[in-house]
């Protein structure tokens, strides 16, 4: 289901073109349910203040204020800097050059980017050696479909969208992916490995389901 609000069937090659009305139908209550869901999910998402004007924006799974500051003029570099004070709610602050004419959304995204590989990396370093693989090559790129990924050449991917999500599922998804370095399925075997390690895997799942529209929007 894409999230127009289209519906796409996938079939076998030598299945009869019924099978795809039928199968449809089958399914129309369900198929229903979701498009009412994609629909409230994307009107709740337009009501959003824009960034730097009321929105606030998860990070370690908690709602940061994105305040917008500008720096005086000559400064060629933009930056973002975290500001956590006790119990206060936390802030991000950007610092905007007047000469960087990248837009807001990518200044914010550019710094995200390069925090979730500080921290991606210090969880694969952690975890690697107490499950006994050593990844290749760590990528960190914009994966919406998938948060993870592990190829069988050693290489393991995240979405840098995962720095949004609470630290939990951070260690979650990393464990996953790298128990895929010496199990490509998802067999019984498989879950037990990644639940000795991630004993919070029904919650953290859950928490991808529940936020998955907010971290992949998180920017719009």
């Known amino acids: 289901m894409a999230g127009t609000g289209e519906v796409f069937v996938t079939l076998p090659t030598r299945s009869p073109e019924r099978a ?7 399914k129309r209550d369900w ?3 979701q498009l009412q869901r994609l629909e409230s999910e994307g009107a709740r998402l337009a009501a959003r203040p824009a ?13 940061h204020r994105v305040v917008v500051e500008l720096l005086p003029s000559g400064r060629r570099r933009s930056r973002v800097e975290h500001v956590k004070d006790g119990d206060a709610q ?25 925090q979730a590989r500080v921290e991606l990396e210090r969880r694969v370093r952690h975890f690697a050696p107490l499950l006994g693989v050593a990844p290749a090559r760590l990528a960190v790129r914009d994966q ?27 260690d979650y998804v990393v464990v996953h992916e790298l128990v895929h370095l010496a199990d490509f399925t998802h067999s019984p075997r498989f879950w037990r490995l990644v639940r000795r390690f991630a004993p919070h ?20």
Do not use: M
């Open 20 to 26: 795809a009305s039928d199968l449809v139908a089958l």
């Open 31 to 33: 198929l229903e349910r």
């Open 201 to 220: 895997v029904d919650e953290a799942r859950g928490w991808l389901r529940a936020h998955r529209s907010d971290l992949r929007r998180a920017l719009d």
């Open 51 to 63: 960034l730097g004007h009321g929105r606030l924006l998860l990070l370690d799974g908690r709602p």
């Open 90 to 114: 936390p802030i991000l602050r950007v610092l905007l050059a007047p000469a960087d004419e990248r837009p807001l959304p990518h200044v914010i995204e550019r710094w995200l980017r390069r």
């Open 144 to 170: 919406r479909s998938l948060w993870g990924s592990a190829s069988r050449r050693g290489t393991v991917s995240f979405s840098w969208r995962l720095l949004l999500a609470p630290p939990s599922v951070l």
